[in-house]
T-cell receptor, first 112, second 117 residues
């Protein structure tokens, strides 16, 4: 069964460094998303991406964040200059033609 | 504005008990989707069900059942004969489904279910 994949599973970085989180959505899905979950809290929407452009973004998704679909399969989230408060689990998701949203296993980002 | 409320922060039951997880939502949209996800201790988010706003039929899948009531804006989830493997955090979520929607999910704060042997 197709699934959303994410790499790396865990990323440790120093404050101020750039990180790129990678995702491969399910191939016939059209909408892609990034969400984050700070430890012990609820899952929060960051950004949605459709037809090679951002379709919606939240207040969290400020100028430090960017997304790209550099080729036909990868979907990336870049954080330009990480802060301590960016430490969280980042989930990629994609939506099926039946509007079911499937999540990847997540990347745990730790900023020190 | 859209909002999902899961008032139960934690529930603890003994194996084989039935347990119901509550979810109340707010939306001005007439067309929307409701979801439940399971987050086991390993951390991934596992899709359980999607309901659309036009379909109020209850659904049963094995030991899981869902009760959608538009009149009370609730979408409750019942696990029958709970098992230790059901221990997880369960999230209810809502997405708008209008034309030009991004279908983003708005999550509740989750209910931690602990099933004791």
């Amino acid at each position: 069964e197709p699934e959303v994949t994410q790499t790396p599973s865990h990323q440790v970085t120093q404050m101020g460094q750039e990180v790129i989180l990678r995702c491969v959505p399910i191939s016939n899905h059209l909408y892609f998303y990034w969400y984050r979950q700070i430890l012990g809290q609820k899952v929060e929407f960051l950004v949605s991406f459709y037809n090679n452009e951002i379709s919606e973004k939240s207040e969290i998704f400020d100028d430090q964040f960017s997304v790209e679909r550099p080729d036909g399969s990868n979907f990336t989230l870049k954080i330009r200059s990480t802060k301590l408060e960016d430490s969280a689990m980042y989930f990629c998701a994609s939506i099926s033609p039946a509007y079911e949203q499937y999540f990847g296993p997540g990347t745990r980002l730790t900023v020190t | 504005a859209q909002k999902v409320t899961q008032a139960q922060t934690e529930i603890s039951v003994v194996e084989k008990e039935d347990v119901t997880l509550d979810c109340v939502y707010e939306t001005r949209d007439t067309t929307y989707y409701l979801f439940w996800y399971k987050q086991p201790p390993s951390g991934e988010l596992v899709f359980l069900i999607r309901r659309n706003s036009f379909d109020e039929q209850n659904e049963i899948s094995g030991r899981y059942s869902w009760n959608f009531q538009k009149s009370t804006s609730s979408f409750n989830f019942t696990i029958t004969a709970s098992q230790v493997v059901d221990s997880a955090v369960y999230f209810c979520a809502l997405s708008e489904a209008q034309k030009d929607s991004s279908y983003k999910l708005i999550f509740g704060s989750g209910t931690r279910l602990l099933v004791r042997p």
